[in-house]
């Protein structure tokens, strides 16, 4: 079955610590998404890439990092420099940036302070 | 810049009653709309999209919504509501030509038996 898969489904991060979320897709999407979601502040948009070995800055990217080497896979990494990292991280992913088709998500990762 | 305003946080309807969840939405040009549901600790499941054409759109398990440029709405309806429709509900539009959504803030339906 073709979707998208995000490991692990809970993560804990310590204080001072960097932490990286997977995402993994095989539907040969050419556009993937990060979204951080927080009770009643729905999704915001992290980083987006439209190929490999390119991405751009979402809504709220401080804190954060990504890579794009290989189309399947897009990790993200919540570095010590966020200060308030606990929320719902969710990974997307559609054909083609600028087309009208929707994104797909996979089942978020929860990430919370120890 | 494009936003998206879902007026109320939660919506209770009674088993078999019609339901409707409404949206509103600030874009430049002509909008692409879209309504996706999330179940608890899940990701968000597509449900259906206007591009263009007619202002009436149906999706999937029974969904449908109804554009209206005029009002700059774009409400999710249901002739039957179903209690295992009770979720976490959100709007999203982007400009015409872009795929980078701007999402509501989620409306919580609650359909009880």
């Known amino acids: 079955d073709g979707g998208i898969t995000q490991s692990p489904k809970y993560l804990f991060r310590k204080e001072g610590q960097n932490v990286t979320l997977s995402c993994e897709q095989n539907l040969n999407h050419d556009a993937m998404y990060w979204y951080r979601q927080d009770p009643g502040q729905g999704l915001r948009l992290i980083y987006y890439s439209q190929i490999v070995n390119d991405f751009q800055k979402g809504d709220i990217a401080e804190g954060y990092s990504v890579s794009r080497e290989k189309k399947e896979s897009f990790p993200l990494t919540v570095t010590s420099a966020q200060k308030n990292p606990t929320a719902f991280y969710l990974c997307a992913s559609s054909i083609l940036q600028g087309s009208n088709q929707p994104q797909h998500f996979g089942d978020g990762t929860r990430l919370s302070i120890l | 810049a494009q936003s998206v305003a879902q007026p109320e946080d939660q919506v209770n309807v009674a088993e078999g009653n019609p339901l409707t969840v409404k949206c509103t939405y600030s874009?430049?040009?002509?909008?692409?709309l879209f309504w996706y549901v999330q179940y608890p600790n899940r990701g968000l499941q597509f449900l259906l999209k206007?591009?263009?054409?007619?202002?009436l759109v149906k999706g999937s398990y029974g969904f449908e919504a109804e554009f209206n440029k005029s009002q700059t709405s774009f409400h999710l309806k249901k002739p039957s509501a179903l209690v295992s429709d009770s979720a976490l509900y959100f709007c999203a539009v982007s400009p015409e030509g872009f795929q980078k959504l701007v999402f509501g803030t989620g409306t919580r339906l609650l359909v009880s038996p």
């Open positions: 206007y591009i263009t054409g007619d202002n």
């Open positions: 874009v430049s040009g002509n909008p692409y």
